[in-house]
């Protein structure tokens, strides 16, 4: 397997050029803030961007963890991939997380002045000092599960001459981290069960929505529900349905993830 890496300091567009730097160097896999990725897919890991704080972010980045480096490791060795591009603040970090990924020696460096103009690198430092966004590789749906809450919008377009050279490029995502200065993303507890009533009210089997909890965890919510459904109905099929809209509209909504969504059946209602 052949490795090559892709440096430059944090905040200058690395992310963003790596799907074109990794297609003009024939690299077929990426390794970017613990993610590999590759075809705009993730086959392994999480991101370092949901960790808590910035030394965790750093740590995960940098597989520092033993158990996680061997789940990457045993992931590139059942890949097949025939060239990996890792994404590093600098040839040091490039080379550490090589070794602890226990990689071939990296053959070639492209460094982000390389790919990019001093007017681009300071317009992506901006996005990432003044509004706290991160750039991830791949679409939103292939990220989501780690994530709850803290996705700005998918990203095909930042800048003109970039588009130009490959129009068919992947979406990417923008994230802002739960470690961001710039404060939280949040969603009152109401409009999640508001949503939730919403869409169970739309099933006729439904006589009456007795009782709502909601639980926020760092993953997404968790909703229990109780309900009063009508006489002859199949309440296994009816419970099933609402928990997919329940769920499925929450996210669409919200982006938030809806870990959970239990139904309890309390009394039938006859006519």
């Known amino acids: 397997m052949k490795v090559i890496a892709f440096t430059g300091p944090s905040g200058t567009g690395k992310s963003y050029r790596s799907v074109m730097v990794a297609r003009r160097c024939g690299a077929d896999g990426i390794i970017d803030d613990g993610l590999l990725i590759s075809h705009g897919k993730v086959i392994a890991g999480t991101s370092a961007k949901k960790e808590a704080t910035r030394i965790a972010s750093v740590k995960h980045a940098l597989f520092m963890n033993d158990a996680y480096a061997a789940e990457i490791t045993k992931a590139l060795n059942e890949s097949g991939l025939s060239c990996v591009m890792i994404l590093g603040t600098s040839e040091n970090m490039a080379k550490k997380i090589a070794a602890k990924l226990k990689l071939p020696k990296i053959s070639e460096f492209i460094h982000i002045e390389d790919v990019a103009s001093e007017e681009e690198m300071e317009?992506?430092?901006?996005?990432?000092?003044?509004?706290?966004?991160?750039v991830i590789p791949v679409p939103t749906f292939e990220i989501k599960k780690d994530f709850s809450g803290y996705f700005l919008h998918?990203?095909?377009?930042?800048?003109?001459?970039?588009?130009?050279?490959?129009?068919?490029?992947?979406d990417?995502?923008?994230?802002?981290?739960?470690?961001?200065?710039?404060?939280?993303?949040?969603?009152s507890d109401k409009v999640i069960i508001a949503i939730a009533i919403h869409e169970t009210e739309k099933f006729s089997e439904v006589a009456k929505i007795v009782n709502i909890n909601l639980r926020k965890t760092t993953h997404g919510v968790h909703i229990d529900m109780t309900l009063a459904v009508k006489y002859g109905c199949d309440i296994n099929e009816v419970c099933r349905d609402i928990q997919r809209a329940v769920r499925y509209n929450i996210e669409m909504y919200t982006s938030i993830?809806?870990?959970r969504v239990h139904i309890f059946v309390r009394n039938i209602v006859t006519d």
């Open 257 to 259: 993830n809806a870990r």
């Open 123 to 134: 317009l992506a430092h901006e996005m990432r000092t003044n509004q706290g966004q991160h």
């Open 172 to 187: 990417k995502s923008i994230v802002r981290p739960t470690f961001s200065y710039m404060g939280d993303y949040t969603i």
């Open 154 to 170: 998918p990203l095909r377009r930042l800048q003109r001459n970039l588009d130009s050279e490959d129009p068919t490029e992947p």
